[in-house]
Nanobody, 120 residues
Framework: QVHLEESGGGLVQAGGSVRLSCLAS????????MGWFRQAPGKEREFVAS????????TYADSSEGRFAISRDSTKNSVYLEITNLKPEDTGTYFC?????????????WGQGTQVTVSS
């Protein structure tokens, strides 16, 4: 069955870095636009970054560019998100999604999310 599973989250230190992974199964993710979203406590889910099929084009939210890097490995059916110089405002549940339409959505598949908590 179609499944996206995020991993790599946890309690991390401000100023450090984290690398999140999303493993896709049940479909060929290399044909999809892959995106990362964050939902902070009490807030709506917001766009973080996306990457095109093949990974040649990346798109970042204004608040994300500079400290966030999205990448993908089609041979592993995986997509990654690296965050550097972590700040407490980066705290939230990070979801990966797959869209066959565009980076703006709609997204066809979603993972269950992985929690990132940044300590001061």
């Amino acid at each position: 069955q179609v499944h996206l599973e995020e991993s790599g989250g946890g309690l991390v230190q401000a100023g450090g870095s984290v690398r999140l992974s999303c493993l896709a199964s049940g479909f060929t993710s290399k044909w999809f636009i892959m995106g990362w979203f964050r939902q902070a406590p009490g807030k709506e889910r917001e766009f973080v970054a996306s990457t095109s099929p093949g990974g040649s084009k990346t798109t970042y939210a204004d608040s994300s560019e500079g400290r966030f890097a999205i990448s993908r490995d089609s041979t592993k059916n995986s997509v990654y998100l690296e965050i550097t110089n972590l700040k407490p405002e980066d705290t939230g549940t990070y979801f990966c999604g797959a869209s066959r339409t565009s980076a703006s959505g709609p997204y066809d598949f979603w993972g269950q999310g992985t929690q990132v908590t940044v300590s001061s």
